[in-house]
């Protein structure tokens, strides 16, 4: 899918970007927030094809350009996926398309003093050049500053679309010559169907990994490994088995679990579940989400008091916030291990 079809699940989105082009209202500069995943790199994508597309009917544009002598599409405002413009930007050939992504864990200041010396001059072939800045949080102060001045000066012709977690993120002063727009998690049912059209998953599977994937389609794919099932099998065994009495074992799995920031942030959602499953199990088992284990879930949920498993849920999310503030992995899985063992009866 090349047009706004493809913002998939973001209704809201579309809607206005949609508007932009119809109205030919287009800001210089975006901001599109939303966890990763969600569709924010394939919406600037889709809206630099519908700013340049060359089907369809005339439009004005306030992008440096009171005249109205930009063409776009009809009704839809999206781009037609078709025209030359249209293809040289789906296969990343176009040269007014210009796309940052951070160089290791930031995007550097060489990379915006590039990105000036380019914008100095006209478009090449662009009605409205495009610069799509993805994780623009990783930007450092001097980074940030350099792009202050494009955006305190906007080049003709040209918009910025700059994506990101959060608006908080983002230095204030960016942020605020920015028009947001933000992209809610997609569904748990449209996350599985992507899963089944995608990579033909097994419709029950697929409900599994898209409960666990917090509407993220990329953490889905990660997660649709046959490995993480395997994974969630082995954390479930491993905390319902556990006893303070076997400490040797306790130490083990904390070891296992700290190996990775990633793999460890991923081990607490799975957890997570885990406990929400007991849960309710006493109510709405029909609403588990590891339903493929259900028979485990009712087997376990006698051995947690609503009580227990209030407390494991802020266990859970203490030790998830002390991961992203960087403190110690090891010594952060030794703590939550023992006091989540503490607590079963």
């Given at each position: 899918?090349?047009?706004?079809?493809?913002?998939?699940?973001?209704?809201?989105?579309?809607?206005?970007?949609?508007?932009?082009?119809?109205?030919?209202?287009?800001?210089?500069?975006?901001?599109?927030?939303?966890?990763?995943?969600?569709?924010?790199?394939?919406?600037?994508?889709?809206?630099?094809?519908?700013?340049?597309?060359?089907?369809?009917?005339?439009?004005?544009?306030?992008?440096?350009?009171?005249?109205?002598?930009?063409?776009?599409?009809?009704?839809?405002?999206?781009?037609?996926?078709?025209?030359?413009?249209?293809?040289?930007?789906?296969?990343?050939?176009?040269?007014?398309?210009?796309?940052?992504?951070?160089?290791?864990?930031?995007?550097?200041?060489?990379?915006?003093?590039?990105?000036?010396?380019?914008?100095?001059?006209?478009?090449?072939?662009?009605?409205?050049?495009?610069?799509?800045?993805?994780?623009?949080?990783?930007?450092?102060?001097?980074?940030?500053?350099?792009?202050?001045?494009?955006?305190?000066?906007?080049?003709?012709?040209?918009?910025?679309?700059?994506?990101?977690?959060?608006?908080?993120?983002?230095?204030?002063?960016?942020?605020?010559?920015?028009?947001?727009?933000?992209?809610?998690?997609?569904?748990?049912?449209?996350?599985?169907?992507?899963?089944?059209?995608?990579?033909?998953?097994?419709?029950?599977?697929?409900?599994?990994?898209?409960?666990?994937?917090?509407?993220?389609?990329?953490?889905?794919?990660?997660?649709?490994?046959?490995?993480?099932?395997?994974?969630?099998?082995?954390?479930?065994?491993?905390?319902?088995?556990?006893?303070?009495?076997?400490?040797?074992?306790?130490?083990?799995?904390?070891?296992?679990?700290?190996?990775?920031?990633?793999?460890?942030?991923?081990?607490?959602?799975?957890?997570?579940i885990w406990y929400r499953d007991i849960a309710i199990s006493k109510y709405n088992p029909g609403k588990s989400i590891f339903s493929d284990i259900s028979d485990?879930?009712?087997?376990?949920?006698?051995?947690?008091?609503?009580?227990?498993?209030?407390?494991?849920?802020?266990?859970?999310?203490?030790?998830?916030?002390?991961?992203?503030?960087?403190?110690?992995?090891?010594?952060?899985?030794?703590?939550?291990?023992?006091?989540?063992?503490?607590?079963?009866?």
């Amino acid at each position: 899918m090349s047009g706004f079809e493809s913002i998939t699940d973001q209704i809201r989105p579309a809607l206005i970007l949609n508007s932009f082009i119809r109205k030919g209202a287009i800001p210089h500069a975006l901001l599109f927030t939303g966890t990763e995943g969600v569709g924010k790199e394939a919406a600037a994508q889709a809206f630099a094809m519908a700013c340049n597309c060359l089907g369809g009917t005339p439009y004005a544009s306030s992008v440096n350009s009171p005249k109205p002598d930009l063409i776009g599409k009809p009704e839809s405002g999206g781009p037609c996926g078709i025209c030359g413009s249209c293809r040289k930007i789906l296969s990343n050939s176009h040269p007014d398309i210009i796309k940052i992504k951070p160089a290791g864990p930031y995007i550097k200041i060489s990379q915006v003093r590039e990105l000036c010396e380019i914008l100095a001059f006209k478009p090449y072939e662009a009605r409205i050049r495009t610069v799509i800045i993805s994780d623009a949080q990783t930007m450092n102060k001097a980074a940030g500053n350099a792009l202050l001045k494009l955006l305190e000066e906007p080049p003709e012709r040209t918009i910025l679309i700059l994506t990101a977690t959060e608006k908080s993120d983002i230095i204030p002063t960016i942020a605020s010559r920015c028009q947001q727009i933000r992209f809610n998690p997609l569904s748990e049912k449209r996350l599985a169907e992507m899963l089944i059209e995608s990579k033909g998953i097994e419709p029950s599977e697929a409900a599994i990994f898209a409960a666990m994937a917090n509407g993220s389609f990329t953490r889905a794919l990660l997660l649709s490994d046959r490995s993480r099932i395997k994974k969630r099998d082995w954390l479930v065994n491993e905390i319902e088995t556990l006893s303070l009495k076997e400490t040797g074992k306790c130490m083990a799995f904390a070891e296992r679990l700290s190996r990775e920031k990633d793999d460890f942030l991923d081990s607490l959602e799975i957890l997570n579940i885990w406990y929400r499953d007991i849960a309710i199990s006493k109510y709405n088992p029909g609403k588990s989400i590891f339903s493929d284990i259900s028979d485990k879930t009712k087997t376990a949920s006698p051995g947690h008091t609503e009580k227990d498993l209030l407390s494991k849920f802020d266990l859970i999310r203490g030790a998830r916030k002390n991961i992203l503030a960087n403190a110690n992995l090891r010594l952060t899985a030794e703590t939550l291990v023992f006091r989540l063992v503490q607590n079963q009866m």
